[in-house]
Nanobody, 119 residues
Framework: QVQLVESGGGLVQPGGSLRLSCAASGRIFSIYAAGWYRQAPGKQRDLVAFISSGGVTNYADSVKGRFTISRDNAKNTVSLQMNSLKPEDTAVYYC?????????????WGQGTQVTVSS
């Protein structure tokens, strides 16, 4: 019954900013590693940013210095701050998280949220 819901996508001009949020709900015991992925039409789904349970982060070279991943364990959320957006950032962005309940540990995906960077 765990759900992972993304929000914050939309249309933004080049150079603009967006903040994506991923909220987990259900009988959650703990969220371990989490990440943001993106997929453009006709392309594979690639990792954009990663954050470990201890807060260690890693980014794709294409977004380093522009994107920041963070987490709020108390609120069961993972966010992605996206600055200096470029048209090539246009894609569907997906949240992924390793979540443990009282009965199992499983990797969940969000439904995806569209980010469009265009004039």
């Amino acid at each position: 019954q765990v759900q992972l819901v993304e929000s914050g996508g939309g249309l933004v001009q080049p150079g603009g900013s967006l903040r994506l949020s991923c909220a987990a709900s259900g009988r959650i015991f703990s969220i371990y590693a989490a990440g943001w992925y993106r997929q453009a039409p006709g392309k594979q789904r690639d990792l954009v940013a990663f954050i470990s349970s201890g807060g260690v982060t890693n980014y794709a070279d294409s977004v380093k210095g522009r994107f920041t991943i963070s987490r709020d364990n108390a609120k069961n959320t993972v966010s992605l701050q996206m600055n200096s957006l470029k048209p090539e950032d246009t894609a569907v962005y997906y949240c992924n998280a390793d979540i443990a309940t009282m009965t199992l540990r499983y990797t969940y995906w969000g439904q995806g949220t569209q980010v469009t960077v265009s004039s």
